[in-house]
């Protein structure tokens, strides 16, 4: 039994972090910074009236395709919402000025460029609408 117990432990440790980590996979968290606002030049596009969702993305990232589809679909027939997708392999700068460390995620932000909420990971369909209804 005592040869069985290293195993059993990083079993353990490992299934716990697995949980954890699908767990807080797609999950939008709202931000309670006082970071500064993204200006239209540093994203390269125009922001929404109410809402943008600036997804960083890379090349070969399945979950990515994914929320891309997701998100174009829901904002296709909303004026005041703006889907933005940057590529995170060739904005480095941007990608560490507002601190994106894995792909996919999407920040959420107002008509002005302030943060309001990221997903980290491919966020669900009812996350998304429900913290578009918040935004006023």
């Known amino acids: 039994m005592k040869n069985y117990l290293p195993i059993l432990l990083i079993f353990a440790l490992a299934s716990t ?12 968290k709202g931000e ?31 979950p990515c395709r994914a929320t891309r589809a997701l998100l174009i ?4 027939d909303l004026d005041d919402v703006k889907y933005i997708d940057i590529d995170a392999e060739k904005n480095l700068g941007l990608v560490r000025k507002v ?3 894995s792909t996919p995620t999407t920040l959420i932000l107002d008509g002005k460029g302030k943060e309001i909420a990221r997903a980290v990971g491919a966020p669900k369909r009812a996350d998304i609408i429900a913290t578009l209804n918040a935004i006023n």
């Open 99 to 101: 601190d994106i460390r």
């Open 32 to 62: 309670k910074s006082n970071k500064a606002p993204l200006s239209a030049e540093e994203i390269g596009e125009d922001f929404g009236t109410r809402a943008t969702f600036v997804q960083f993305s890379s090349a070969f990232c399945t």
């Open 73 to 76: 679909d829901i904002t296709a």
């Open 17 to 28: 972090y697995g949980l954890w980590y699908q767990s807080s996979r797609g999950r939008i």
